[in-house]
């Protein structure tokens, strides 16, 4: 997604105007290869190099490099909110002592990190027919959702019984889940999201949802391997090691297909040992993945939560 998802609701019910009306300097992110992220000093986007990257490059350098552009902008700390992807991009660079010391706080919405336990039919069946493997074999690096080679791929996951493929946002996020979409929101995502990533994106969300180990992309050879990593299986990103006084909001649903329950809490159990006092967890029962973004009631139920986590962090 590209950053302007955020801004999809009114004014009134979206969390970056609120944080702005609270006195917050706001700064919005745009995942590599979305439309606004799609300029490089010497790569053009027709080239499959371009597209040589996973969530590794995103969590190694594309959000040091945002939180180094802020900084020195802001002269200040950074308080950080994600939601799905970018939660995990966060939780991969903090427990590798990346952003720490400029950091201030988080908001993890819709945490993302392990995925073995997903529940949306055309993700699964996806990751478990190594869709992206496929694709990336075609030699196609750039994964276009909109596209034709990969919209041919999904109509063909669509024919497995059990998979409801008349809405892409419903196969996705599992719509009916969704207890409090903004339905004129919805519509505008429709037309302007899902944006491109690279097939070697999906490639690596694909490993993490088939093992259910958090590690960096497996390139599948021990030699590979060796030579980018030094061994033969890559590093695992051990959550343990994020700073235990790093002050945390995290808040999961009850009816999320993506940021399954099981899976959110097999990640808040590598949280065991953080600061009490520096850990908040909210559970709210009836909502799902992307009513943290588009719906009506987040602001009353986590983005009033998320201002005050903000300003009580010194």
């Known amino acids: 997604m590209d950053g302007m998802t955020w801004l999809l609701n009114l004014p009134e019910q979206n969390l970056p105007l609120i944080l702005a009306d609270n006195g917050f300097d706001v700064w919005i992110a745009n995942a590599r290869g979305t439309r606004y992220s799609c300029k490089h000093t010497s790569l053009d986007p027709s080239s499959p190099d371009f597209w040589n990257w996973s969530w590794d490059e995103m969590a190694t350098y ?8 802020v900084s020195n902008q802001t002269g200040q700390k950074i308080n950080f909110v994600g939601h799905s992807l970018g939660t995990l991009v966060a939780l991969a660079s903090f427990s590798e002592g990346k952003l720490v010391n400029q950091v201030k706080s988080v908001a993890l919405l819709s945490p993302v990190a392990y995925l073995s336990h997903m529940k949306t039919a055309l993700l699964v069946i996806a990751a478990n027919s190594f869709v992206g493997e496929i694709i990336n074999l075609s030699g196609m690096a750039e994964f276009d959702p909109k596209g034709l080679p990969v919209v041919d791929f999904i109509k063909s996951l669509c024919l497995v019984p059990g998979v409801d493929c008349r809405n892409l946002f419903t196969a996705i996020t599992g719509l009916r889940e969704n207890c409090c979409l903004n339905s004129s929101s919805v519509d505008l995502f429709m ?8 097939t070697k994106n999906i490639v690596h969300l694909s ?8 590690t960096k992309f497996n390139y599948g050879r021990p030699d590979y391997n060796i030579m980018h990593y030094g061994e033969i299986y890559p590093p695992i990103y051990n959550l343990s090691n994020i700073p235990p006084n790093l002050p945390l909001f995290i808040s999961y649903g009850g009816k999320d297909a993506l940021s399954d329950v099981i899976d959110v809490k097999i990640m808040l159990d590598h949280l065991k040992f953080h600061d009490a006092d520096k850990l908040s967890v909210q559970f709210i ?14 602001k009353d139920i986590v983005y009033n939560v998320v201002t005050t986590f903000f300003k009580h962090q010194f």
Do not use: C, K
């Not at 594309?62 to 552009?69: E, G, M, Q, R």
């Not at 029962?285 to 987040?298: K, L, R």
């Open 62 to 69: 594309d959000l040091p490099a945002i939180f180094d552009y």
């Open 285 to 298: 029962e009836d909502y799902a993945h992307a009513d943290y973004v588009m719906g009506v009631n987040a």
């Open 191 to 198: 037309m302007n999201e899902p944006q491109p990533t690279s």
């Open 207 to 214: 490993q993490n949802v088939r093992l259910g180990v958090l």
